[in-house]
């Protein structure tokens, strides 16, 4: 119990959006998670983060000015494809999205408005547990 | 010869022949009246006369017997009563013999009044004696009577009134006779002539009976049996054999008659002719009639379908711009009502831990006194502890940034709602309202903000205009399909750097214009006159319905009675002018009407 604390307590969550308030709003609705968060409000940041910070998930807002979340993502998952990549969708852009889930570029979806008792901090921390079950299955593999 | 005249013509003949037989009968009957009238009145005058006459000279002797003998027997007798017999008589025999000169002829006045000269002297002469008698000297008297003179005198009297009392008896014989003759003759007369006249009158009668049947006849028949020829004949086409033949025998009225109707049938075969291939003709009008009207009632089909089909493309065009809106609007609004009710959980957890931290002082407070310094000590530690924990400093700082950014949040909210209220304040085309163009265009983007965003800056140069009477809604979907195509184009280019969508108004004497350009693609210039068609579209397939720009066509220049636009610097993006009327009158009006609104209803939703 101890030691898996530990490890989500190692664990880091970037969110990206345009959106100053939406940020705020994450890192005060987040503060009591184990895990650790950075926030940013570009794509551009994001990427330079990633080069200097050790992340293990992204959640991104899909519209932002010079790059969108889609275009985002696919850079992450060409770049850093270990890191469990989700979207901040608003209304009428699941169907657009879906594909991109479909083909496994996108862990989850989070609906915009959320309930962060309802499903936020659930789906972090599923893709948390995800990364972590990931991340074991290629140690064992790496051992054998 | 006309039936009048031939009637007329008939009649003058009965009329002559009953005026010549009433003549000729009139001339009968003056031929009885003559001798009536004349002849026999003559012969029993000239009779009466004569015994009248010949009664007086009866009368004359009877009267001169009695007075002469009176006188004397009065000279004789001296008795008065012959004086008075006398007297009687005298005036009475001076009357008849004064009459009978009167009434005789010629010849019986020249004897009368030589009889009533004689009678005179004799009167004298014994009036002498009477007055002799009365003297008393009878003598005397008889002396005078008993002269020869007296007796000469009354003997010639006697012989005269005798002679012609007896030559008027033959006389009063051959008058009797002759008129019984007279009488006799014009009786006879007027018989036979009442005999001829009655037979004539009879054989006239009948033959003007005669005549006058046969002309009945005649005329009749020749006005029968042409008639009835006619009859016949319009029987004959009636059972409808136009074809019979009518002969006109004669020239009076049933001949006109007959001559009209045989015009009129030429005119009726002509006409049945011209009807049998009218009929005909009809008859394959009413063929291709047929058909077209199959053709019609297709195309009628036809077009009704497209109607339909177009209106249910426009309806999903405009569901498509509500569904372009709503989708716009719902995403607009989900960051501030995300963020909102993100800061309002977590609102409700920094309320909690407050409260715990707040219990844990109060707490503190109440074992000041009762507990001693170490057991505080650890208290105070457990606090801070807590504190720590509970990210409270954190907290306190954060809550004013909540607050401002949830403010901000409800803030960007409410201006949705109310522009999107003011992007579709009053779709009504029936009912134009007042509607100021840049109050539209910042509804209109603030729908459309979230597509253009993070494709384009807009840029907008507004100046002051003129409200004008319109469809707000219609107006502002035009607004949004500009918008969001200028953005799309854009978007399409797959650029690096942001694009460029200007909005300028200004207002001319008579218009407000809008222009929307852009720096995306320039359309193609053959494509160009074909945006405002329907269905035509460069959007992939399944991306747009082909419609918009042509309802934005419709919205502006037929329901608005604006222009709409297009120009195509090749290059330089596109640009689409919207310029709309200013109807100063109405709109003025309408804005009173407004105002009263105002007035009348000052609590508005």
């Known amino acids: 119990m101890f030691r898996k604390k530990k490890i989500i307590e190692m664990r880091t969550v970037l969110f990206v959006d345009?959106?100053?308030?939406?940020?705020?709003?994450?890192?005060?609705?987040?503060?009591?998670?184990?895990?650790?968060?950075?926030?940013?409000?570009?794509?551009?940041?994001?990427?330079?983060?990633?080069?200097?910070e050790e992340v293990h998930v992204i959640v991104t807002?899909?519209?932002?000015?010079?790059?969108?979340?889609?275009?985002?993502?696919?850079?992450?998952?060409?770049?850093?494809?270990?890191?469990?990549?989700?979207?901040?969708?608003?209304?009428?852009?699941?169907?657009?999205?879906q594909n991109a889930v479909e083909q496994g570029e996108i862990f989850k979806l989070i609906p915009k408005p959320w309930k962060l008792e309802g499903n936020f901090e659930k789906l972090i921390r599923q893709a948390v547990e995800h990364y972590n079950l990931q991340n074991e299955r290629e140690t064992v593999r790496q051992k054998n | 010869?006309?039936?009048?005249?031939?009637?007329?013509?008939?009649?003058?003949?009965?009329?002559?022949?009953?005026?010549?037989?009433?003549?000729?009968?009139?001339?009968?009957?003056?031929?009885?009246?003559?001798?009536?009238?004349?002849d026999i009145p003559e012969s029993v005058k000239s009779i009466n006369k004569t015994a009248y006459l010949d009664g007086l000279s009866q009368s004359i002797r009877y009267y001169h017997e009695v007075s002469t003998q009176s006188a004397r027997n009065y000279a004789f007798t001296q008795d008065k009563r012959w004086k008075q017999h006398y007297k009687d008589i005298e005036p009475e025999l001076d009357r008849v013999i004064k009459d009978a000169s009167e009434k005789g002829g010629e010849k019986?006045?020249?004897?009368?009044?030589?009889?009533?000269?004689?009678?005179?002297?004799?009167?004298?002469?014994?009036?002498?004696?009477?007055?002799?008698?009365?003297?008393?000297?009878?003598e005397e008297a008889i002396k005078i009577l008993e002269s020869s003179k007296y007796w000469d005198q009354k003997k010639n009297f006697e012989q005269d009134i005798g002679d012609y009392v007896s030559r008027r008896g033959i006389k009063y014989d051959e008058a009797l006779s002759?008129?019984?003759?007279?009488?006799?003759l014009a009786t006879k007369q007027a018989q036979d002539l009442i005999k001829t006249s009655t037979r004539l009158i009879l054989i006239f009668g009948v033959v003007a009976i005669i005549l006058a049947i046969g002309a009945g006849l005649l005329i009749s028949r020749s006005i029968y049996v042409p008639l009835f020829e006619l009859k016949a004949a319009a029987d004959e086409i009636g059972k409808g054999k136009i074809d019979t033949q009518i002969e006109i025998t004669s020239n009076d009225e049933v001949g006109q008659l007959a001559s009209s109707f045989k015009k009129m049938l030429n005119d009726l075969q002509k006409t049945t002719t011209s009807i049998d291939n009218l009929n005909l003709e009809i008859t394959e009008r009413k063929k291709a009639e047929e058909s077209v009207r199959h053709a019609y009632e297709d195309l009628e089909k036809a077009n009704q379908e497209m109607k339909e089909m177009q209106s249910q493309l426009v309806q999903s065009e405009k569901l498509s711009s509500i569904g372009q809106l709503a989708a716009g609007v719902a995403h607009e609004m989900n960051t501030p009502v995300g963020f909102v009710a993100s800061n309002f959980e977590t609102l409700e957890k920094y309320m909690i831990k407050i409260?715990?931290?707040?219990?844990?002082?109060?707490?503190?407070?109440?074992?000041?006194?009762?507990?001693?310094?170490?057991?505080?000590?650890?208290?105070?530690?457990?606090?801070?502890?807590?504190?720590?924990?509970?990210?409270?400093?954190?907290?306190?700082?954060?809550?004013?940034?909540?607050?401002?950014?949830?403010?901000?949040?409800?803030?960007?909210?409410?201006?949705?709602?109310?522009?999107?209220?003011?992007?579709?304040?009053?779709?009504?085309?029936?009912?134009?309202?007042?509607?100021?163009?840049?109050?539209g265009i910042r509804a209109t983007l603030v729908v459309v903000q979230n597509e253009i965003k993070y494709d384009a800056d807009v840029e907008m140069e507004l100046s002051e205009v003129p409200q004008i009477l319109c469809s707000t809604g219609q107006i502002n979907q035009v607004l949004l399909n500009i918008l969001m195509n200028a953005a799309q184009a854009i978007k399409s280019q797959e650029r690096d750097d942001k694009g460029k969508i200007t909005i300028?108004?200004?207002?001319?004497?008579?218009?407000?214009?809008?222009?929307?350009?852009?720096?995306?693609?320039?359309?193609?210039?053959?494509?160009?006159?074909?945006?405002?068609?329907p269905f035509f579209t460069t959007k992939p397939v399944g991306k747009g319905t082909g419609l918009g720009l042509s309802i934005s066509y419709d919205i502006i220049v037929n329901k608005h009675k604006g222009a709409l636009l297009v120009d195509n610097s090749v290059g330089k993006g596109t640009k689409f002018t919207i310029k709309l009327p200013i109807n100063k009158k109405e709109t003025e009006k309408e804005r009173m009407v407004e105002n009263n609104e105002n007035k009348n209803c000052i609590i508005r939703g």
């Open chain 2, 1 to 38: 010869m006309r039936i009048s005249q031939r009637l007329i013509l008939g009649f003058l003949a009965i009329a002559m022949w009953v005026a010549v037989v009433g003549h000729i009968s009139l001339y009968q009957l003056n031929q009885i009246s003559d001798p009536l009238s004349n």
């Open chain 2, 108 to 138: 019986d006045r020249g004897f009368f009044s030589t009889i009533y000269k004689v009678n005179h002297t004799l009167m004298e002469m014994e009036n002498k004696s009477i007055e002799l008698v009365d003297k008393g000297q009878p």
């Open chain 2, 178 to 184: 002759s008129s019984t003759r007279a009488v006799n």
């Open chain 1, 18 to 52: 345009d959106d100053e308030a939406i940020l705020h709003s994450l890192e005060r609705g987040l503060l009591d998670e184990p895990y650790n968060r950075l926030f940013t409000e570009s794509c551009q940041e994001a990427l330079e983060i990633l080069k200097r």
């Open chain 2, 504 to 533: 300028r108004t200004y207002a001319t004497d008579d218009e407000v214009v809008c222009e929307i350009s852009d720096d995306g693609p320039s359309i193609e210039p053959d494509k160009l006159a074909k945006i405002f068609d």
């Open chain 2, 355 to 439: 409260e715990k931290l707040f219990q844990m002082y109060s707490e503190l407070i109440d074992k000041i006194e009762t507990s001693d310094k170490a057991v505080l000590l650890d208290k105070v530690d457990a606090i801070s502890k807590s504190r720590n924990e509970m990210k409270i400093d954190f907290i306190l700082k954060d809550l004013s940034v909540l607050f401002n950014d949830s403010r901000e949040g409800i803030d960007r909210v409410t201006s949705i709602v109310q522009n999107l209220r003011d992007f579709s304040r009053k779709d009504d085309p029936e009912n134009f309202d007042i509607y100021n163009i840049n109050d």
């Open chain 1, 61 to 97: 807002d899909m519209r932002m000015p010079e790059m969108s979340g889609l275009e985002f993502i696919k850079i992450v998952k060409k770049e850093y494809p270990h890191i469990i990549r989700m979207v901040l969708s608003g209304y009428g852009e699941e169907a657009a999205l």
